[in-house]
């Protein structure tokens, strides 16, 4: 069974009476272990598709299974649930708590979950990014670099079945993009499935499949292997 | 999520605003601390009334012209006078009325008195032979008068201690004659020293026989009030009873309901004068709770404030599986947190300035107690409590209302 099933997934906005289609009916399916990379030009939906699968909004039509469960009408509260138990987030803008230490930072998802033992969770995650002897610092004090892998932690301390990554580089250099995307390609050879919405190849690159979008629809849909051979290892058009 | 967590959470949050969260409570914390100030310095005042009412003595019966409620103050408190109160009424009683131990009428003035060069203006008293007895004092110098001089109306006078000392410094005044109103009295007597009651000096007094304050001085003839001693606390009830039933019959009245006067005794009075000043206190603690209405609104800008800063913290705690409920209680509990510190301070305070008015009170030489219950520490802080609850509703339901999506993305 799929970890991600979506049928003719169609995500309207009502603005001022004006009805704007953003997604026209997108089908796809997404396995455990998988790291799907999806791409496109601002405007073409990937941010409100990732917002869809990370259960921060609903569709306005058609049906996305998770584990093979309809969650396309839950409620306010039970997205909230699912968000805390199946779901991390990792964000362009890295979004930590101001004058917060690494390890209250990390801890936050914990807050919110009937998990007990928060603090050997809390330091696995935080050894996981390798940032254990920033451990007490505060947020303000971390390198983007750093500050990122703060929010790898946090989105791992939960043990999601699905960490989003939302332009995770960014807001990086090269070198500490790469370092990003490092951790996150560590990650996902540890078993755990990595959903990453881009709009650079560089960044995607590291995915194993790439989902390209284009006014709302799906115009790529391929294995990065399969292309890279067939492109002589280069795996963009 | 666990409620300590929300609580450390609140702690955190003001700990790294701590100049903010400081004058956000400020508001609080004067409210607070004038509401403390006020119902200690009104229960000291109170305690500091009482205490002057039993020292003159509690088996005292006051009889009062006119009807008037129990409870409410009487008709001649609101400056209203009535007439129907005689100095034969005052004799009746103490001739007619068992377990009576002394009786006077008052009729009290002000007038000029002087001897020689000396003028002052004083208050004088026309007051019956019974009246050391019923007042609980004692003539220091020389003798009070008689009741054959009384019903003579005599040209005696009994002076204050204060009103001797002015008039004839250390010299005896027994037997001189000083001018009230222009009339001459010979002085018999001089009270001794009674000290303040309430705010009346009881020693810048002059006492003349009744009959004479009426006919001389005055030109009236009804009395202001008559005080009765009873023999024994146990036959308080009784008297007071038998005064008003004599009374009744010889003003000719039938009905308990058509009563052209007013008996209390101190039981009643102490009981009046509480009511009195209760009302008081609690209508200044009343006017000092409104600046706690402005220091809540004070809160609830702030915390607006705050809530417009955090949006985007709203939307990432939203992300990672916070409820809007825990949201709305985040922010709830983080206004509470503030007006209940707030309120804290505002008691510390309040009670710090209450025990510096009693120690001047003191120093001034009242017998002032500090009355700081913990009913009224107990009120503070659950007002303080209830304003950060009220006032930390809106910005909380606004934080909670805020979309996720639009959170996380807010600049």
Not at chain 2, 88 to 104: F, L
Not at chain 2, 252 to 280: M, P
Request: glycine share 8%; no cysteine.
């Amino acid at each position: 069974m799929p970890l991600i099933e979506v049928q003719n997934l169609k995500k309207d906005y009502v603005n001022d009476e004006v009805i704007t289609s953003v997604l026209h009916g997108l089908n796809f399916n997404i396995d455990g272990g998988e790291f799907v990379a999806i791409m496109g030009p601002s405007g073409s939906g990937k941010s409100t598709l990732m917002h869809i699968l990370g259960f921060l909004d609903t569709p306005t039509s058609g049906d996305y299974k998770f584990k093979g469960r309809e969650v396309s009408n839950l409620d306010d509260n039970q997205l909230a649930k699912i968000r805390n138990e199946e779901v991390g987030f990792v964000f362009q803008s890295f979004n930590l708590l101001p004058k917060t230490t690494v390890y209250d930072n990390v801890r936050l998802p914990l807050l919110y979950s009937r998990q007990k033992d928060h603090d050997k969770i809390v330091r696995d995650a935080i050894e996981a990014v390798g940032l254990s002897p920033q451990t007490n610092n505060l947020s303000n004090q971390l390198s983007g670099g750093e500050k990122q892998r703060v929010a790898i932690a946090r989105a791992l301390v939960n043990n999601p079945s699905l960490i989003f990554a939302d332009e995770p580089t960014g807001n990086l250099d090269t070198k500490s993009g790469q370092a990003i995307m490092q951790i996150l390609e560590k990650l996902n050879d540890q078993g755990r499935t990595i959903i990453l919405v881009t709009h650079e190849s560089d960044t995607a690159r590291h995915a194993k499949r790439i989902i390209r979008l284009r006014d709302g629809l799906i115009v790529e849909d391929f294995m990065v292997s399969e292309r890279r051979s067939a492109n002589n290892g280069e795996f963009a058009k | 999520m666990r409620f300590t967590d929300t609580l450390k959470l609140s702690f955190s949050v003001l700990r790294t605003n701590k100049v903010r969260s400081f004058l956000t409570g400020l508001g609080i914390i004067i409210g607070i601390a004038s509401v403390v100030i006020i119902m200690s310095v009104g229960a000291g005042a109170q305690s500091l009334i009482i205490n002057q009412l039993n020292s003159i003595g509690t088996n005292l019966v006051g009889i009062l012209p006119g009807k008037s409620d129990q409870n409410g103050p009487p008709a001649s408190v609101l400056g209203i006078i009535i007439t129907t109160l005689k100095y034969e009424d005052a004799q009746a009683i103490a001739e007619q009325v068992p377990n009576i131990a002394a009786v006077s009428s008052y009729n009290t003035g002000m007038g000029n008195i002087s001897y020689q060069n000396i003028k002052n203006a004083t208050q004088f008293n026309g007051v019956m032979s019974g009246y050391p007895s019923v007042e609980n004092t004692e003539v220091a110098n020389g003798r009070f008068f008689t009741p054959e001089e009384d019903a003579a109306s005599a040209r005696v006078a009994v002076l204050g201690d204060q009103a001797g000392k002015d008039l004839f410094d250390d010299n005896n005044p027994l037997g001189k004659k000083i001018k009230i109103k222009n009339e001459f009295f010979e002085v018999i007597g001089v009270m001794k020293e009674r000290g303040t009651a309430g705010f009346q000096n009881q020693d810048n007094i002059v006492l003349v026989p009744a009959q004479t304050a009426q006919k001389i001085l005055l030109g009236v003839r009804y009395v202001n009030y008559i005080r009765v001693k009873i023999n024994r606390a146990e036959n308080m009830d009784k008297a007071t009873e038998d005064i008003a039933l004599l009374l009744r019959d010889r003003h000719n009245i039938s009905a308990a309901g058509d009563d052209d006067f007013s008996v209390r005794n101190t039981k009643d009075a102490i009981q009046a004068l509480l009511t009195i000043t209760d009302a008081l206190k609690f209508f200044l603690a009343a006017i000092a709770a409104i600046s706690l209405v402005v220091g809540g609104v004070g809160v609830m800008n702030i915390m607006l404030a705050a809530v417009n800063e955090r949006v985007r913290e709203v939307g990432l705690r939203r992300a990672v599986g916070a409820k809007r409920s825990n949201i709305l209680a985040q922010f709830i509990l983080e206004t509470i947190t503030v007006a209940l510190l707030g309120g804290l301070l505002g008691v510390i305070m309040g009670g710090a300035l209450s025990a510096l008015v009693a120690l001047v009170a003191r120093y001034l030489g009242y017998n002032w107690a500090l009355v700081i219950t913990p009913s009224s520490i107990l009120l503070g802080l659950g007002v303080a409590a209830g304003v950060g609850l009220i006032f930390g509703i809106y910005p909380a339901r606004k934080a909670a209302k805020l979309n996720p999506i639009e959170a996380l993305r807010y600049e």
